[in-house]
């Protein structure tokens, strides 16, 4: 793994990065870093193989990579803000993830990120924001826009009240705050029958969530459907499947 810590104008370009036991690229406590032109790859059954992982970083650029891991192609956590993603391609693996955010009732902030131009392949999940009940602070100002899915499992997801137990755990009454994430112009396929979840909490609701020609399908053309609790969402125009303000 390569790890870049308190790294000023930093540039990473034109490598490859193989079979790391962890995460394979972090970034961490990093101003103007730019990462292009990476080819990540590990198994996709290796557990903990993220990408490219950015950490208590600003203005973090990554362009122009191919990332095939066994869990997160790109993680942007706490601290991260100015973060663009552009012209990834990404599977296997889980996706795109803002988080996880607010682990053991932590303060978290991730703000002002575009991820855009990706093409996910056969991943568990396609773009995705996960915060861990009892969690503070915020996730803001969040846009994925241009992006393809082919098959797909959880094409868009907001998860607010993530908890890593087998067992349902009773809702807290905190939450990483989620408000103005906007999906524009994402289309593809989806394997499952739920292709939009926005799973928010009842204490602090999601907030600004705007949906914009997103256009799924699942097999054979079939329609699917959007879950959402306790999000604000807008739906300019035609979007399918459609999502209402469940508030």
């Known amino acids: 793994a390569m790890y870049f810590r308190s790294c000023n104008h930093l540039v990473v370009d034109d490598l490859e990065v193989k079979d790391s036991m962890q995460m394979h690229v972090v970034i961490a406590s990093c101003w103007k870093a730019a990462v292009s032109r990476l080819f990540?790859?590990?198994?996709?059954w290796s557990p903990n193989t993220?990408?490219?992982?950015?950490?208590?970083?600003?203005?973090?650029?990554?362009?122009n990579c191919i990332i095939s891991t066994g869990d997160d192609c790109i993680s942007i956590v706490s601290g991260s803000e100015f973060v663009r993603a552009s012209g990834i391609y990404c599977g296997p693996g889980h996706g795109i993830s803002i988080g996880s955010l607010g682990a053991n009732k932590s303060l978290a902030h991730v703000s002002d990120v575009l991820v855009e131009k990706a093409t996910?392949?056969?991943?568990?999940?396609?773009?995705r924001i996960k915060t861990?009940?009892?969690?503070?602070?915020?996730?803001?100002?969040?846009?994925?826009?241009?992006?393809?899915?082919?098959?797909?499992?959880?094409?868009?997801i907001i998860d607010q009240n993530y908890c890593d137990s087998k067992k349902p755990c009773s809702e807290e009454d905190s939450a990483v705050a989620i408000s103005d994430i906007r999906y524009n112009n994402i289309h593809g396929t989806s394997l499952s029958k739920v292709a939009v979840k926005f799973i928010c909490s009842s204490a602090v609701h999601c907030d600004g969530i705007v949906m914009q020609d997103v256009s799924l399908v699942g097999q054979k053309g079939a329609y699917l459907?959007?879950?959402?609790?306790?999000?604000?969402?807008?739906?300019?125009?035609?979007?399918?499947?459609?999502?209402t303000a469940d508030m």
Not at 54 to 61: A, C, F, I, T
Request: one cysteine or more; glycine letters at 12%; hydrophobic letters at 30%.
């Open 225 to 243: 459907k959007c879950s959402s609790v306790n999000a604000r969402v807008i739906t300019p125009g035609f979007n399918s499947p459609y999502c």
């Open 50 to 63: 993220d990408g490219i992982h950015v950490s208590n970083s600003r203005e973090v650029s990554i362009t």
């Open 132 to 156: 861990w009940q009892g969690g503070e602070g915020s996730a803001e100002r969040i846009t994925f826009q241009d992006i393809k899915m082919y098959n797909v499992t959880n094409p868009i």
């Open 40 to 44: 990540v790859t590990a198994p996709g």
């Open 120 to 127: 996910l392949v056969g991943t568990t999940n396609g773009v």
